[in-house]
């Protein structure tokens, strides 16, 4: 798979007292745990971005002891975001920082790498002459 650095601010690391994303367990009924045992459910999912957004209930932020942990004082709710692929991009994360692929990788750029630009540039591989996967994928007999 390609790399992709990993970008922006994780588990809230200008601030360590609060609860970042990976206190937060999944479960498979399509739910969240919080630290504290309160349940997040399915609010909904944004169809342009692929995120899937859990929210926890506001009666119960109220009352909770950790609520500073959590959430600003303008908040009254926690929302806890997830990609529709994210075990998929979990997995890669996994794999390119074992020894193996970080091994290996840099050869990838002499290799497999010029192989793909030596496709698009010499072969007319960088653009398709038809529009549409009908007109594409049409065999040439």
């Not at 999944?26 to 971005?49: M, N, S, W």
């Not at 007319?124 to 009908?134: E, L, S, V």
């Amino acid at each position: 798979m390609p790399y992709t650095r990993p970008k922006g601010k994780k588990n809230n690391e200008e601030n360590t007292t609060k609860y970042g994303e990976k206190d937060f367990e999944y479960e498979a009924a399509d739910v969240f745990h919080g630290p504290q045992g309160c349940i997040f459910t399915l609010r909904g999912i944004d169809r342009k971005t692929g995120y899937i957004t859990y929210r926890s209930e506001k009666k119960k932020c109220d009352t909770c002891q950790t609520r500073g942990k959590c959430l600003s004082i303008t908040v009254t709710t926690k929302i806890v975001v997830k990609h529709i692929w994210q075990e998929s991009l979990d997995e890669a994360e996994r794999i390119r920082l074992m020894e193996y692929w970080q091994r290996y990788y840099p050869q990838r750029s002499r290799t497999i790498e010029r192989v793909f630009a030596d496709a698009k540039e010499r072969h007319g591989m960088r653009f398709t002459r038809y529009k549409g996967i009908k007109k594409v994928l049409m065999r040439q007999d």
